[in-house]
């Protein structure tokens, strides 16, 4: 089968983003946004999904949120165009992800029908300096943008720093394993013939 591989450029008076991916790779990352917690969730969503990553993002007006949010709608859309008609795919995932006292889980459901639900229990303002209302406006952006019907919640946990990463990879080995292809699956994943 051909390597699922795709790239997205959005530049705006906002932002400059190219991201390139391929589903079939071996986890290799490359991530430039300039802000480091944020670069640190989207090499493990690359490292633990499996797929290699490559991000380049630039403000150009300087503002942290929109930078943040085009930076994740341009990873999803590079994901679900490398995704294509998602023919032979196990389409239907889920993952339980722990770290230390923190639990995470992810349900997905690869069907191109955008919806999603998101639950990340944070507590304080600011994680690692990015505001919680960046880091939930990330998540936000990456989960509409990747075309998929996706549940990620936080059950618990203490450190809030702990949540989020639980989060990004339980939502990282759920996209790894829905993705992945089914040998059994001979056309497209669906009773009705079409995702």
């Known amino acids: 089968m051909a390597q ?8 705006t008076k906002e ?8 589903l079939d790779g071996q986890g290799n990352t490359s991530i430039k946004t300039g802000i ?3 670069d640190h969730l989207i090499t493990s969503f690359g490292k633990h999904g ?3 990553l ?3 993002a630039k403000s150009n007006d300087g503002i942290e949120h929109h930078l943040i949010e085009d930076t994740a709608i341009t990873i999803g859309q590079a994901i679900d165009k490398a995704l294509g008609s998602r023919k032979g795919i196990t389409r239907f995932s889920y993952a ?3 770290m230390d006292e923190s639990l995470a889980e992810a349900s997905i459901d690869l069907v191109k029908r955008p919806f999603s639900k998101l639950t990340l229990s944070i507590k304080r303002s600011k994680i690692e300096n990015v505001s919680k209302e960046d880091l939930e406006h990330f998540f936000q952006s990456l989960l509409q943008n990747l075309n998929s019907c996706i549940h990620l919640t936080v059950k618990y946990g203490d450190n809030d720093h702990h949540k989020v990463e639980s989060a990004i990879k339980s939502l990282a080995v759920a996209f790894r394993s829905a993705s992945s ?3 059994k699956q001979k056309g497209i994943p669906s009773t009705k013939g079409s995702m």
Not at 4 to 11: E, H, I, L, T, Y
């Open 4 to 11: 699922r591989k795709a790239s997205v450029n959005r530049s």
């Open 36 to 38: 480091n917690f944020v």
């Open 15 to 22: 932002t400059t983003i190219s991201v390139s991916v391929n």
């Open 181 to 183: 292809y089914d040998k």
């Open 50 to 52: 499996m797929m290699d």
């Open 96 to 98: 339980s992800v722990p």
């Open 54 to 56: 490559k991000v380049n």
